[in-house]
């Protein structure tokens, strides 16, 4: 009987000479431990609002049709600290972004030719490419119900930014308030400098009278004593 085989059916035990089976398996360390890489998304700190699968395209101007530009998961991304929202789509296996840019409050989504679960809107400045540029895009979901869920969470994203919007257009006016309550207490110091100056103005000249006619007076008392 063959020592590999040893009556049973691994091949890979043996026996030593006091019948204990030692594991002839060949076991190899790495030389270089290699430290882990933590990838970044750049889509940290950011929520998902919705999250759904579709493929998206793009409209070429030059040739006047619909390009596709990928298939994969669309994310609307909530970052709670500045408010915004942006649209990002990477596309499958790759993972390569085909859509990335922000949610801004003129941006509608249209049907597209008719059809419930597909979308048009354009954007000003998608970076997906790197450099931002203007895009019409489009998107098709799975179904009807998909589409209208991405429907609804991107009204809810124009919301979100609007209620930002307010709150700076409200700090510029309060800054522009104070600023013209700011010049017109400069303007109302002003005014009062130059009144105490005038006020000032008249004492002197006041006071300089004053000194002439009581000047006068003594010389014409000094006047009637030598005469008599």
């Known amino acids: 009987m063959s020592l590999l085989s040893n009556g049973d059916d691994n091949p890979t035990s043996t026996t030593n000479g006091g019948g204990e089976e030692v594991d002839a398996e060949p076991h190899f360390d790495p030389i270089i431990y290699l430290p882990e890489v933590h990838i970044h998304s750049n889509e940290e700190g950011e929520t998902i609002l919705i999250q759904l699968r579709a493929k998206l395209f793009r409209h070429c101007s030059a040739e006047k049709l619909w390009k596709e530009r990928g298939t994969g998961e669309v994310k609307l991304l909530h970052n709670e600290e500045t408010n915004a929202v942006r649209v990002v789509m990477r596309r499958d296996k790759t993972l390569k972004l085909c859509a990335n840019h922000y949610v801004t409050t003129d941006m509608e989504l249209k049907s597209n030719c008719g059809s419930d679960r597909a979308w048009v809107w354009s954007t ?45 257009e409200h700090d510029k006016d309060g800054d522009k308030d104070s600023a013209v309550s700011d010049n017109s207490d400069v303007e109302g110091s002003s005014s009062d400098d130059d009144v105490a100056k005038g006020v000032s103005k008249l004492n002197i000249t006041s006071e300089s009278k004053d000194q002439k006619d009581g000047k006068e007076e003594t010389e014409d008392h000094g006047v009637g004593p030598n005469n008599s």
């Open 124 to 168: 000003q400045a998608d970076v997906s490419d790197g450099e931002p540029h203007p895009e019409v895009l489009a998107i098709r979901f799975q179904n009807a119900d998909a589409a209208k869920r991405f429907k609804d969470k991107f009204e809810e994203a124009k919301s979100i930014v609007a209620s930002v919007v307010k709150v700076e």
